[in-house]
């Protein structure tokens, strides 16, 4: 069942540039999907659209088959919780715990259910320690890992990201991996926008590829990275297993190798 779907979809601030151009593409509940591009292909706009903060100006937007109106907008924080690319953007509190209160307390919880929910995503991130401090004079890691417990808090049956696995360091995009792991396990749907195209070899089923407000189609990870033309007109990189890969599979494509514990395998296996 598709969760979202766009149709037709267009966007801009201004009429003679548009940023989304009559999109069309359906997102699948409870799959890891990633929304690849280039700077300024629209996925960041796309996601503003997905939880209700932007309004497109022409097609239709579907949530679960329900044309997104006015009266749906307001009501999508309840099921879709957005993490955004620069922490600075959604800290608002001056403790980490009222931070990560704040979207179950707007969602109208009992205060113990708000208590039991900070807790247990704190315990999540492993920030305890971090309860009493301000936000904003964290780190940049502490800052992400705060404002994803927020969202995670909230408990909503769609989680998105805005480039994920940005400024981490290893330890960072371990924890985050391992988060991203755990909601799809509890049959979440799972969105990402990312440059990180050995994290989407990793880690989506689904690949949906945007180019100047344009998408060029939804592929699996394999499939698309064999699509040379399309990760060239989207000005996208094969990731470097993918790369090495390419460079010495003499057999079927389509079994080819992807994943870096995938190559290792083959690897040993012939060696």
Not at 28 to 52: C, D, P, Q, Y
Not at 115 to 139: C, F, M, Q, W
Not at 255 to 263: F, T
Request: a negative charge; hydrophobic letters at 40%.
């Amino acid at each position: 069942m598709d969760i979202f779907r766009f149709n037709g979809v267009s966007y801009g601030f201004t009429k003679d540039k548009p940023i989304l151009r009559d999109i069309s593409f359906s997102i699948r509940e409870g799959r890891k999907t990633a929304i690849v591009g280039a700077n300024g292909a629209g996925k960041s706009t796309i996601l503003f659209h997905l939880n209700g903060l932007y309004t497109q100006q022409q097609g239709d937007i579907f949530f679960r088959n329900q044309k997104l109106d006015k009266k749906l907008r307001k009501e999508l924080y309840k099921h879709v919780g957005i993490v955004f690319q620069d922490p600075d953007d959604q800290l608002i509190s001056l403790t980490v715990s009222d931070d990560i209160a704040f979207g179950p307390v707007q969602m109208e919880l009992s205060a113990a259910d708000v208590k039991a929910r900070v807790e247990k995503y704190i315990n999540l991130l492993g920030i305890e320690h971090l309860l009493t401090d301000n936000p904003s004079e964290l780190s940049y890691g502490q800052k992400k890992h705060v404002t994803v417990a927020g969202v995670l808090a909230m408990e909503t049956d769609v989680f998105i990201l805005d480039e994920p696995m940005a400024f981490l360091d290893p330890y960072g995009k371990e924890r985050m991996a391992s988060i991203l792991q755990l909601l799809q396990e509890q049959g979440k749907t799972v969105i990402v926008t990312t440059h990180d195209m050995q994290f989407v070899a990793e880690w989506a089923e689904d690949v949906i590829v945007i180019h100047q407000g344009q998408c060029l189609g939804t592929f699996q990870a394999g499939a698309l990275f064999r699509r040379h033309d399309i990760m060239k007109q989207a000005n996208l990189t094969l990731p470097p297993i993918v790369e090495l890969m390419t460079a010495i599979w003499k057999g079927n494509k389509d079994e080819m190798p992807i994943r870096v514990e995938e190559a290792k395998k083959w690897l040993a296996n012939i060696i």
